[in-house]
């Protein structure tokens, strides 16, 4: 039976830190201080009896344990969101047209929209995901409502924006070669990514051939987890034990940070505007 003591409050922050990876930036956008956050984490796993976190040289991850709890907690948290929208907003109906960018379309947006679909039924959904260029393209075409990407790859101002850190990854067991050129996994072009990363290792002075490429971040996942090479991926697309981050050296850049922005249109429906209301849920918060 689960503790009285656990309140939604902690496990909103449990959920931002897992999501975060660093007590400093929840700390940060909260108002509140590191080592009272700490405290809460500690206190929750006192009340669990489980270790939920493993302190990492770059700030924190899930254990095993506070991987499963990371679910039934994202789900907690959607169904409270889900009531308190259902009995407090008004019925809303009608469409909207959403662009996710591939790259960053993975747990926490996926899971806005469901909770976007769950509290309004009557909202039509009609969402791409694609890669940036794209978008950018479809965006300019006024074919979206809404769109989260890149912000080199749309002129527009964006109601936020954040930026993504994206870590060189490979297997656990890849072992990188200084006489070879480096093998690359990416998206396939054209890719506001791939030319980041291939400019960088110009940069650095560092050949490579490309081995795969695909516009899935689950290609590339499996991929990179399978030793088919080094790939760029932001810190939620690092699967702990089967992907591992590398560290900056001689031959090899350190992690990319690329802006991303949540643009709308300057005139906006209510349907428009409780979608962006539930998609400002899944990404950072602004520093």
């Known amino acids: 039976m689960i503790s009285e003591q656990i309140g939604l409050d902690l496990l909103r922050t449990y959920v931002a830190v897992c999501r975060q990876g660093s ?49 039934y907690a994202t789900r907690i948290l ?38 976007l679909h769950r509290a309004y039924p009557d909202i039509r959904l009609d969402v791409v995901v694609d890669h940036s260029i794209a978008l950018g393209r479809l965006w300019g075409e006024d074919g979206l409502d809404i769109m989260i990407g890149p912000t080199s790859a749309v002129v527009a101002d ?12 490979c297997a656990p067991d890849y072992v990188l070669d200084q006489e070879r050129p480096l093998d690359l996994v990416t998206f396939a072009a054209p890719c506001l990514w791939r030319r980041r990363m291939i400019d960088a290792l110009a940069a650095a002075g560092r050949e490579h051939r490309i081995t795969l490429t695909s516009q899935s971040v689950t290609a590339l996942q499996a991929a990179i987890e ?15 034990g089967s992907i591992r981050a590398l560290k900056a050296s001689a031959s090899l850049p350190g992690p990319l940070t690329v802006q991303y922005g949540l643009y709308a249109r300057d005139r906006r429906t209510p349907v428009v505007d409780a979608a962006i209301g539930v998609l400002l849920e899944g990404i950072p918060a602004p520093p």
């Open 78 to 115: 959607a169904l409270g969101d889900e009531a308190v929208a259902r009995l407090q907003q008004a019925d809303i109906s009608g469409g909207v047209r959403i662009g996710l960018a591939e790259e960053v379309a993975t747990a926490a947006l996926p899971a806005a929209l469901g909770r």
């Open 158 to 169: 964006a109601l936020t924006s954040w930026n993504v850190e994206l870590q060189w990854v």
């Open 23 to 71: 007590l400093s930036r929840v700390a940060a956008q909260t108002g509140r201080t590191q080592s009272a956050l700490s405290m809460q984490m500690r206190r929750l796993e006192s009340l669990l009896e489980r270790q939920l976190f493993q302190r990492t040289g770059r700030g924190v991850v899930p254990t095993a344990e506070g991987e499963l709890l990371l679910g």
């Open 226 to 240: 399978n030793g088919l090479g080094v790939g760029l991926l932001p810190p939620e697309a690092v699967r702990a």
